[in-house]
């Protein structure tokens, strides 16, 4: 969190965009009460790495949206920043900051299933969609079981 605070570039998550604005309106607070004790000419010098890190931060979560930074500069837009998810996986500013989509969902597997069949006997679990593999000889010859014979079932 907070790598390259000061950057314009890539993407951050809610909490980051809302520490950012909390973090701005604490110091914002402390140099107006500074430079009204002090004079106005301080005020704007401090004031500016500040203003800086929230612009930057601003367009940061912009971009976590899908939408470029100047969305910013729309009334009331940055409280909507805080509560809007962004975008699921990479998008054009970048990877997903949660780190959630950023691969193909073929690298999604549930542990111990494999992606494709491995072998021919009945019930081969092929899916996560619980179907099961039929076997084969089932459905050409139904009275037929690996390893029975006729009138083993009748027993």
Not at 65 to 84: A, D, E, M, R, T
Not at 134 to 139: E, H, K, P, Q, T
Request: glycine fraction near 12%.
């Amino acid at each position: 969190m907070f790598k390259n605070p000061f950057s314009f570039e890539g993407r951050i998550r809610r909490t980051e965009y809302g520490l950012s604005v909390i973090i701005y309106a604490v110091f914002e607070t402390i140099i107006s009460r500074l430079g009204s004790e002090t004079g106005g000419g301080i005020i704007l010098i401090l004031l500016i790495p500040v203003i800086w890190l929230l612009l930057a931060q601003a367009t940061k979560r912009c971009h976590d949206v899908g939408n470029s930074g100047w969305w910013q500069l729309i009334p009331l837009y940055g409280l909507w920043l805080v509560f809007q998810d962004g975008d699921h996986g990479p998008n054009q500013y970048g990877e997903n900051p949660k780190g959630i989509g950023n691969q193909d969902q073929e690298d999604f597997t549930q542990p111990n299933q494999p992606n494709e069949p491995q072998g021919g006997s009945q019930g081969d679990y092929t899916d996560g969609q619980d179907s099961l593999k039929i076997n084969d000889s089932l459905i050409e010859n139904p009275t037929k079981i690996d390893g029975l014979k006729d009138g083993d079932l009748d027993k």
